[in-house]
């Protein structure tokens, strides 16, 4: 065989190397669900502005806990399968986002219905009118998560700090467990498409630096949303099962099976 040949040959194989790399899968220990986080990784030469994501010190400080997935230059995007159950019954949905210049865009693929949410037109259907149920069941899946903590403040959130190192009102002066900090996160007045809560307290564990919990109002009634499992992957960290509830009864529950992250 020719040396040219011989060249050929070996770089057919570095490429073909390299497209096998390009994406890999990796699982989570648990020992109930176990959800796939599959991450792909594309370089494109489109020049993008940067995106200021350190306007908010706290925001910050939770992406830095969470991933690389908030890079200034990059546009990251996931796709989320999971299941969610209301009132006992279990329904499979898709949660698509997908990050742009002033926060992300999220589409939504429950009970044969398409919604989607951006901070521009707020929720609306792909399909038909729009429901209030459906208004308010999309900016929980959208809005209630540790992702908007971060993508808020390109929106123009407001962060406060309403107290440190708190503990359950019941603790004991042997309470051993975790200590949070309040952080009210308000919804710009100017919002072109302000969502039904104007504002949220998140309970950011001090250990983790991850929200365990978040509360706010809605339509006079007290909402909770727990975190209460998480997945990491390599660098990066989503829940993986939440749960909505009222006065102590359960709203819905979200599971997740599987995300697939990608950053471009």
């Given amino acids: ?25 990796i699982t989570r220990a648990s020992p109930e669900r176990a959800p796939v986080i599959q991450s792909t990784v594309q370089t494109r030469t489109t020049k993008r502005s ?24 990059q546009r990251s995007s996931s796709v989320t399968s999971g299941s969610l159950t209301i009132a006992g019954i279990d329904q499979p949905l898709t949660i698509t986002r997908q990050q742009n210049d002033t ?19 707020g929720v609306k259907a792909v399909a038909g009118l729009l429901s209030n149920q459906e208004r308010v069941l999309m900016e929980r899946l959208t809005l ?7 993508l808020a403040q390109l929106r123009g959130a407001s962060y406060f700090t309403i107290a440190q190192n708190v503990r359950p009102a019941d603790a004991n002066d042997g309470y051993t467990g975790p200590l949070w900090d309040l952080i009210r996160v308000d919804e710009p007045q100017t919002a072109k498409a302000h969502p039904l ?17 978040v509360e706010y109002q809605l339509n006079d ?14 660098e990066e960290i989503t829940p993986s099962r939440v749960r909505w509830s009222s006065n102590g009864q359960s709203l819905m529950e979200l599971h997740i099976t599987s995300v697939s992250l990608n950053q471009q």
Wanted: hydrophobic content about 40%; glycine content about 8%.
């Fill in 103 to 121: 926060g992300e865009q999220v589409s939504l693929s429950v009970g044969g219905r398409n919604l989607t949410w951006d901070d521009q037109e």
């Fill in 197 to 213: 809560s104007s504002g949220r307290i998140y309970y950011v564990n001090g250990q983790t630096g991850l929200p365990d919990r």
């Fill in 50 to 73: 940067p995106r200021n994501l350190a306007l908010q010190a706290d925001a910050i400080a939770m992406a830095h806990k969470l991933g690389k997935r908030f890079n200034a230059l």
């Fill in 221 to 234: 009634l007290p909402i909770a949303v727990e975190f209460l499992e998480w997945t990491k992957q390599g």
């Fill in 144 to 150: 209630d998560s540790p992702d908007q903590f971060v």
């Fill in 1 to 25: 065989m020719s040396r040219r040949s011989r060249t050929v040959l070996c770089c057919v194989a570095l490429l073909g190397f390299a497209a096998a790399t390009s994406a890999f899968l």
